[in-house]
């Protein structure tokens, strides 16, 4: 096992995510224990030491799942992370209530590693909010032992992560963002990565096979991986790729099978990053997935806009949707005002006059709108999660 040396601790580069654990029928919450045991069993053996969780994950059961499997283990032996879910709007939004719950769930009395849970542009103004005091609750926290490391996940753009740390930086230990080769590029990733080791702090990667699309990639994209490396499988080029970011001191992956996790220990056996060659090739793999409208954010298109509307940023975020739609593009969506969203875009064509791409603008708004329409929103997915944690809650 690959480990690396940070915030004093000796971790394993590759870490147990557990938003995606095997099932024993579609509910979410059906979790099956036994195979979670085994995956946990495996991962000890081969020096896995660090495991993560979420209040939000199966409805609030991957707490307790986890928990379950580790307490059978010396607690010297692993490393638990857990997080805040200041991203998911209730009533309440009591850090104290959901943290003494996590902790009962979890069976522990202090979690080695803890996140704010999401940063995002819907859900910054919690975060940066005194009144709600979620920073100082967690770092008084802290200081009273019961979190050994203070830090946050952000899924928000680059400007987004900025804010934040310009905020609270100087309490933030880690920082875990989705990082990846295909989003180094389509989400900005290398822009956040190199932020982040500017400013000295260390990365943790979440979705590093994109939620398992890098993983199993359109039979052209793998073949050209397969020719380079027949005997390795396509999802390492991605654990591969990462092991070439020297800032980076955490890989999670959410693993749903025994064979997944089989694979990436394998994997992380010993630290083989790309070659050039290799990553000229996955980046490749990587434009071949994309469906992008050309935009260079030049924001020619801005200035005769009569609504106002930033279109290159939502024009990113429709090109991320191309690719994979997910719950935090609906969030950073949700967070505009009906009228700077694209479907209050009325077509008069003069951002199209003025864009030297050429891109047809009035028409990715009213596609990119529609597809919105049809999707949840996040008020909506909210209160279904609320319902299952409160069902988890209950015990029942």
Not at 222 to 250: C, I, R, T
């Amino acid at each position: 096992m690959i480990y690396t040396e940070c915030l004093g601790e000796r971790l394993s580069l590759l870490g147990f995510g557990t938003m995606r654990l095997p099932l024993l029928s579609e509910k979410g919450e059906d979790i099956d224990q036994a195979q979670v045991n085994k995956m946990v069993d495996y991962a000890i053996e081969h020096g896995v030491n660090y495991f993560d969780t979420a209040y939000p994950y199966h409805g609030g059961y991957s707490e307790r799942s986890i928990g379950e499997a580790l307490k059978r283990y010396p607690r010297d032996q692993w490393n638990l992370a857990d997080k805040y879910p200041g991203h998911q709007f209730t009533q309440k939004r009591d850090p104290a209530e959901v943290f003494e719950d996590q902790l009962a769930k979890c069976q522990v009395d202090y979690f080695d590693f803890y996140l704010l849970h999401n940063v995002n542009e819907n859900s910054i103004a919690a975060y940066l909010d005194e009144d709600y005091g979620i920073v100082r609750y967690f770092a008084e926290q802290k200081k009273q032992g019961r979190i050994r490391h203070l830090g946050f996940s952000c899924h928000g753009f680059p400007e987004n992560l900025e804010q934040f740390l310009d905020r609270w930086g100087d309490v933030m230990e880690f920082c875990q963002i989705q990082l990846n080769y295909l989003d180094w590029s389509l989400q900005n990733a290398e822009r956040k990565y190199k932020i982040l080791t500017e400013r000295g702090i260390p990365v943790w990667v979440m979705e590093p096979v994109h939620g398992g699309m890098l993983a199993n990639l359109p039979e052209a994209q793998a073949a050209k991986l397969n020719a380079l490396h027949p005997d390795e499988s396509v999802a390492s080029w991605g654990f591969h790729w990462l092991q070439g970011l020297e800032n980076v001191h955490m890989v999670l992956s959410g693993m749903s099978s025994f064979e997944q996790m089989v694979d990436n220990v394998k994997t992380f056996d010993v630290r083989k990053p790309l070659t050039e060659a290799e990553t000229a090739v996955v980046y490749e793999v990587a434009e071949g997935l994309k469906s992008n409208l050309p935009c260079t954010a030049c924001r020619y298109c801005c200035a005769g806009c009569p609504l106002g509307l930033d279109i290159p940023w939502i024009l990113a975020n429709y090109n991320e949707f191309r690719v994979s739609s997910s719950i935090n593009l609906v969030m950073r969506m949700d967070s505009l005002p009906k009228e700077k969203r694209p479907e209050a875009c009325i077509g008069c064509g003069q951002c199209s006059r003025a864009c030297p791409q050429k891109i047809d603008v009035p028409k990715a708004m009213h596609d990119f709108g529609e597809a919105l329409s049809n999707m949840k929103s996040w008020a909506q997915i909210v209160e279904e999660r609320n319902a299952a944690q409160e069902r988890a809650k209950a015990g029942k």
